[in-house]
C-alpha cells in the first residue's frame, strides 16, 4: 500500500522526464477524480506530478504502474503558483496570446489604413503633403475617381477592423479575469513526488479527488404528433474551474455521490423514569455558577484552490435507484478551466406514447397537450428539460422520471380545444330534523369543445370537497359520471377521460351538497 509522507529535497538520483498528461476523468456531482499519467524513463528513481490543483484531496491520492516500476512513498508539497515560476504558467496563456496577436495585426493594419487616409485627405493640398502637377481635365477626374474610391474602401475596411478588435476584446476580457484569479498571489499548486524504482521505464498513473467540477443532468424531449412517437435526448451540462483545462481527456459521469454519508444514524438510547418532585430537585441541585458566556467558534479558514463563490453553481439532484449509473462518452472532450458549461451528448431513446388532452376548467381555461409513456429501465436523474412538439421549441421545464411517468409530460397548449367553465351557483340553508343542520350546496357546469380535424382523448380534472371532521357531510353527484374520484389515489380529486370527437362538445357538470351542525363554522380551505 503506498503512503503519504512529507516532502522532501531532490536528490541527484535519476528522475522521470517530461510533465504530466490528464488522460481521463471521472466526474460526479460536485467533485471529480481525474487521473494523470507520467512518462518514465528507464532507470528513473523519482517521478514528480507538477502544478495539481490546491483543492486536491491528500488521503485520496492513488498511485499505479505497469512495466515492472516499483512504487515507494509518495510526498505532497503545496506552495504559491508564483514560487513555482514557468512550469505552472495557466493553461489560459495560449488562448490569450492568440487573441493578444489577432487584436495586434488588427491594430497595425488600421495604423497603416491610417497612413493611407492621411494621404488621401493631403493629396493636392499646399504645404508638405503630395502636389498634383499640371494635369488635363481627363486625368484630374481619373485621379478623383481612384482618390475616392482608395478612400471609401480604406474608411470601410477601417470600420471592420474596429468590429474585429471589439470581438475579440470583448473574448479576451473574461479570460484575463479568469487567469488573474487562478493565478493571483493566494492562489496555490500542488507537487506530488513518487519514489520509485523503474529499471526498464514505463508509464506512472496518478489518481486523486477534487471538489468544485460536477455536472447536471439535462433532457430534450421531441414529439411527433402524428406518429405519437418521443425521442428523449439525454444531455449533460459538464463546468469546472479547477486551475487546470481537461484537453481531450475521456471522461465517464456518474451519479454516485462520494461526498455524502456513508452511513445513516443509528437509534440512541431510550431511557424513562420517574422524575423526583420539584422542590426535592432544587434543594439537591448545588448552586450553579453563572452561565459563561458562549464562545464563538471561528469559522474554519477557506482552503486555497476550494470551491469559492466564482465556480459553477450545481444544484445536485435527487437520483432515483440503489447503485450509481455511469455514462461513458464516447469521444475526447475538452473542458477548459473558465467555469464554461460543456453540453454532451448521452444518447437518446424513441418511445411510444398515449397523446390526450388535459384541462382543469377550475383553475385555468385552457387545455394541454400530454404525452404518457413508459419510462425506459435505468436511472433517470431529474434535469432540466426542453420541450418541442411536432418541430417548434414550446418551453422548459423539468423531467423527473417518476412524476413524468405518473402524469406524463405537458407540450404546451392546444388552442384548437375550447374550454368554457360557468360560474359556480351556491344555495346555502338548514336542514335535518327541525333544522338542526345547516346545509350548502355547491354547483359548477363545464363545456369542452374539440375544434380539430380529428378525434382526441380528453381528461378534465376537478377538485371536490372532503370533509376532515365526522360531523361534515358531503354528497356529490356528476353527470357523466367520472372514471374516478380518487385520481392517483389522491382524494377529493375527480377525474374524466373520454375520447371526443372532430366538432364535438361535452358538457360536464359537478354538484356537492354539504351539511354540518348548525352551531359551527364550516371550515373551507382550497
Known sequence: MTALAPAHAQSAAPRADGASHISAVRLYPGSATVERVLRVAPGARQATFDCLPAGLDAAGLQVSAAGGIRVGELALRQQPRELRGGACASPLDARIG???????????????????????????????????????????????????????????????????????????????AERERSTSAHARVSTVQVTLAAPQGGELRLSYAVRGPGWQPA????????????????????????????????ITLSTGQPGAATQGPLPRP????????????????????????????????????????????????????????????????????????????LGEQTLDTELLVRATPALEAHAYLIARFATPPGVWPAGALQLYRDGAFVGSGRFDAERSTRDGLAFGRDELVSVRSERPERQQGTGGFIGTRNQRTDERRYTVQNRHATPIQLQLLDAAPVPEHEDVKVESKYEPAPQTERWHDEPGTVAWELPLAAGATQAFSATHRISWPKDERLQDRR
Do not use: C, N
Open 219 to 250: 433532457y430534450r424531449a421531441t414529439l411527433d404528433s402524428a406518429s405519437k412517437k418521443l425521442r428523449l435526448e439525454r444531455l449533460a451540462q459538464v463546468a469546472q474551474s479547477t486551475g487546470e483545462d481537461w484537453d481531450g481527456v475521456a
Open 270 to 345: 431510550w431511557r424513562v423514569g420517574i422524575q423526583p418532585p420539584r422542590a426535592e430537585a432544587m434543594e439537591a441541585r448545588p448552586m450553579a455558577a453563572p452561565a459563561a458566556a458562549p464562545m464563538l467558534r471561528a469559522a474554519p479558514a477557506a482552503k486555497a484552490g476550494a470551491a469559492d463563490a466564482d465556480e459553477p453553481s450545481f444544484d445536485v439532484s435527487v437520483f432515483q435507484g440503489s447503485f450509481a449509473t455511469e455514462f461513458a462518452v464516447p469521444q475526447r472532450v475538452t473542458v477548459p478551466s473558465s467555469g464554461e458549461r460543456i453540453t454532451l451528448a
Open 98 to 176: 492568440a487573441l493578444q496577436d489577432q487584436i495586434a495585426g488588427l491594430q497595425a493594419e488600421r495604423a497603416g489604413i491610417d497612413l493611407a487616409t492621411g494621404y488621401y485627405k493631403s493629396f493636392g493640398q499646399p504645404g508638405d503633403g503630395p502636389r498634383a502637377g499640371a494635369a488635363t481635365p481627363a486625368q484630374i477626374a481619373a485621379t478623383a475617381q481612384a482618390l475616392r474610391q482608395g478612400g471609401q474602401g480604406a474608411l470601410a475596411r477601417q470600420h471592420e477592423l474596429a468590429r474585429q478588435q471589439e470581438q475579440l476584446e470583448r473574448e479576451l476580457k473574461p479570460l484575463l
